[in-house]
């Protein structure tokens, strides 16, 4: 299964929420600290609840196979790490990043596994915020 296969009554993930998104991980790392606990303050208010987790690992998934620290610019200028993640969890497919990163599997051992990340981080958008128990 790729990405682009989860796109029935999915709400997209719009630009400014995963450039915020990888804006709050990459300043976490930075600061040598986990991701995860950055991303659940932005995704849980939203109802997210999975979000944080799905996006964490696919952000430790592309730093490894990018083989540096991934950049974060501000809201208005997105870099083209931001750029790339968001594209990638737009399209669903992992060569629409516009040449970003060479995620084709004979180049980038970890091509699968980042492909099921992006459709944790697409199932966790379209799933429905928890309601209230009564």
Do not use: K
């Not at 804006?23 to 944080?52: E, N, S, V, Y």
């Not at 040449?99 to 699968?112: E, H, K, V």
Request: with cysteine; aromatic share 4%.
């Amino acid at each position: 299964m790729n990405a682009s296969a989860v796109t029935h009554d999915q709400p997209l993930l719009s630009t400014a929420l995963v450039v915020q998104a990888t804006r709050r991980w990459c300043g976490a790392r930075q600061r040598a600290l986990p991701g995860g606990p950055a991303l659940h303050r932005l995704f849980a208010p939203l109802g997210l609840f999975m979000m944080a987790a799905s996006f964490d690992s696919l952000m430790l998934l592309v730093e490894h196979a990018a083989g540096r620290p991934l950049l974060a610019g501000v809201a208005d200028q997105p870099t083209r790490d931001q750029r790339g993640i968001d594209a990638l969890l737009a399209t669903g497919e992992i060569a629409a990043a516009d040449g970003w990163l060479d995620f084709t599997a004979s180049r980038c051992p970890l091509a699968g596994t980042i492909d099921c990340a992006a459709v944790s981080v697409r199932l966790a958008a379209a799933s429905e915020p928890a309601s209230p128990r009564a």
